[in-house]
């Protein structure tokens, strides 16, 4: 389907610093460990913002972890993203040369919680002028009025060109959506100096995503009214994460200070972050009624209060997002095998979800101070952290894409590559 690259992305993690790269790279975007292989290999790691340590934002780990995959992307100069045209042409000695065409791709990633940030790989590029640089534009298809630019691209000595928005201190500084509004790319030779405003100078490559591939992306990352709550999909799935993490850190809390009704409504303000309002244990154990618990969560919960659910009626986000995915890949917007990966890690999550909400049910008739409750809260904090970061399970000093491994955060960063824009010559 036009204006839509499935990027294969196998990711994998660096044994040194566990940090998620992308395989195909070969070496780790943070410490510059080479991941197959003998030896060390280093490049030049591009530096990450710390993140916060508090569980009320973990989320923001799993932007570090898009950051990391992104950084180790764009710094592949060309093997993996460039999208090129080679020809072979022979110069004035009747030699074979090769001349590659300008070509890369674009895609848009959360950076504060939502689409606000925006990478760019080119290739191809020839030299210029000293007088003339290198732009990128992002353009509404609709509004010309709504133009942002990258400012001057930097063109590296192989022809390539990397731009990410989270390392510039001007681009997009009131962090609106940018998938919602920006469905061309464009990058132009512009004469040094002048105001970047608008494009003027000779296009050099651009590309675009369709109106119905926007639309059909929208219940993900943008928030619409037939989404529930009217929040897009992958930031309730975030929030109802974060609450899930509170609340079991405030349990470990509320053991430690021996508050036995704390801990009560720490475990059925859990039970309805998973199930929502419609939960068969919420109604049972008359949740609703407890005016200090009601508000904890949005309401629609991790899981689906029926099976098979309807997306709107009572569908849980896992499920949602599981039938979205479906339905773009029917459309032909996503492939596959990427379905199958995203499908592997939304699973995984949907089990870690379903163990945390039989243990609370377990424990909650047996609600005491000894070390039984000891160890089930211990073992809700194990299945809260691995559903948040994934787990390593067969001990291979990664976490894979497959069963029981990727989870939250994996699936995160992977969900970022839904809706490249391809970038070929202008014409």
Known sequence: MAGIVNSETTMMQCRNCRAACD??????????????????????????????????????????????VI????????????????????????????????????????????????????SGLPLLPTDTVYVGWLLNGHRPDQVLTTGVLTRNSDGSSNFLSEQSTTFNTTQQDLR?????????????????????GQPIVSGSITQGAVNALLPLFVSTPYTPGKIALLAGLRMQLDELVRWVSNLRDSRHTQDLSGMRADLLRIIYIIEGKSGTYVRALHVLSLPNIQNEGDGFGLLSSTSPCQLQQSCGYLDALRLTLQSLANAHYIASSTLQSLLIMLDTMRQLTQQIQQQ????????????????????????????????DLDGDGRIDFVPGEAAAAQFFAYVQYIGTIPLSPAM
């Open 180 to 200: 919602l509004l920006f469905t061309q790319v464009l990058v132009t030779r512009e004469h040094s100096g002048i105001p970047l405003q608008h494009p003027q």
């Open 23 to 68: 395989k195909q790279a070969n070496f780790c975007s943070r410490c510059g460990l080479r991941l197959k292989g003998t030896g060390t290999e280093a490049v030049p790691a591009i530096p990450t913002t710390p993140h916060p340590k508090s569980y009320r934002s973990w989320w923001r780990r799993s932007v570090v972890i898009v950051g990391m």
């Open 71 to 122: 950084v180790a992307l764009l710094l592949l100069n060309g093997s993996f993203l460039a999208v090129v045209s080679i020809r072979d042409t022979t110069s004035a000695h009747g030699k074979a040369t090769t001349r590659v065409s300008p070509g890369g791709e674009a895609w848009f990633y959360d950076l504060h919680g939502h689409s606000d940030g925006f990478a760019l790989h080119l």
């Open 360 to 391: 609370v049910i377990a424990l909650l008739p047996h609600l005491t101070l000894n070390s039984a409750t000891n160890r089930a809260i211990n073992g809700l904090t194990t299945l809260s952290s691995a559903l948040q970061q994934g787990r």
